[in-house]
Each structure stands twice: as C-alpha cells, then as structure tokens.
C-alpha cells in the first residue's frame, strides 16, 4: 500500500492535537471560583469553620497523647488556615472582577437602552408639540360659525337679504331680488 503524502494545495487534515480540558477552560475555573466565593459567604461555612477549629483544638487538648497530632502551639492548624486563606482571597478576587465585569456590560446596556428611551420621549414630546401647534391652526366648529355669523352680518348690512331654496318655490326664485332690484341668479 502506498503511503499517502501530504497535498501542499490542500489544507491538512485535522489531526488530534492536545488541548486543555474543557475543566481547566477559564470560563471554567471563574464559574468554580465564584460557587466558592458564594459558598464561603454563607453562614454553613462559617458554622462549619467554627465547628472544625473547636474540634481541631479539643481533639489536640483533650485526646490521649498518642492520638494528639498538632501539639499546643498548634502549628498545623494555623498552616492549614493560612493555607485556607492564600487560596480563597485570590478566589474572592477573581469572582469579584468577574462580577465587576458583568456589572460593566449591564451598566452599558442600561445606558444604552437609556438613550434610546430619552430619544423616543423627545420624539413623542416633539411630535405633541406638532400635533398642539397644529390644533392651534385647525379652524373649529365654533370657529367656523362665528365667521359665518360675521359673514352673514356684512351681506345683511350691504342690504343682501339670504332665503333658503327650501322656502323658496318654483316659481318664486325668479321674482326674489336684491335691494337694487335686479333678479338674484340662481342659486
């Protein structure tokens, strides 16, 4: 069987490289960290600390001398606290920053969508005003009567006398006339 070679005019083949498992993934280890953030700000931790240091110091006070493990001065319980405490400030810190991060994308969006609310309220305030200037300039029912009346009155005081077609007959549209007493044209 020949042995294939590789084409330069083609990519390669995908072959198996290492990569880190998807545990180790920095997304990964901020998600544990903040559990444990979460976690040590709980009262069950607290009460859980409490009870292992007492029992820790009554098992190393009280307890036969063979069975003692960390002697008075209590050197190992303090190393496994410090030890307890190097690991959970950075812990504590790297939750925070992605707590702070978080906070940051939702402060922008807020002000993003703050934004975008004021230019609808200016929008609608500005297209109120239009629509109040534009009633202002619209001629009203009452408007339109008056100038009627007043339109009335002037034809009356030239001496204009308005009838009805209703009131009128047939035959009387021809003998109404004006006060200089020509016939009115039809109406």
Do not use: C, H
């Amino acid at each position: 069987m020949a042995e294939r070679r590789p084409r330069i005019d083609q990519p390669r083949e995908g072959g198996r490289r290492w990569s880190m498992p998807s545990v180790l993934t920095e997304e990964a280890f901020g998600v544990v960290s903040e559990k444990f953030a979460r976690f040590m700000g709980t009262p069950y931790f607290l009460i859980a600390m409490t009870v292992f240091v007492v029992v820790w110091l009554l098992w190393n006070t009280l307890a036969p001398e063979g069975l003692r493990f960390d002697p008075y001065a209590f050197i190992f319980l303090t190393l496994m606290l410090s030890l307890q405490a190097s690991y959970a400030a950075p812990l504590i810190l790297l939750a925070q920053n992605r707590q702070a991060d978080r906070d940051r994308v939702a402060l922008e969006q807020d002000r993003s969508r703050d934004e975008r609310n004021l230019a609808d309220t200016e929008f609608l305030t500005r297209e109120v005003a239009a629509l109040r200037i534009a009633m202002r300039d619209t001629a009203t029912r009452d408007f339109v009567r008056s100038e009627l009346r007043d339109l009335l009155d002037e034809l009356e005081e030239r001496g204009l006398v308005l009838v009805r077609r209703e009131d009128l007959r047939e035959g009387d549209e021809a003998s109404v006339t004006a006060g200089d007493g020509t016939p009115d044209p039809p109406t």
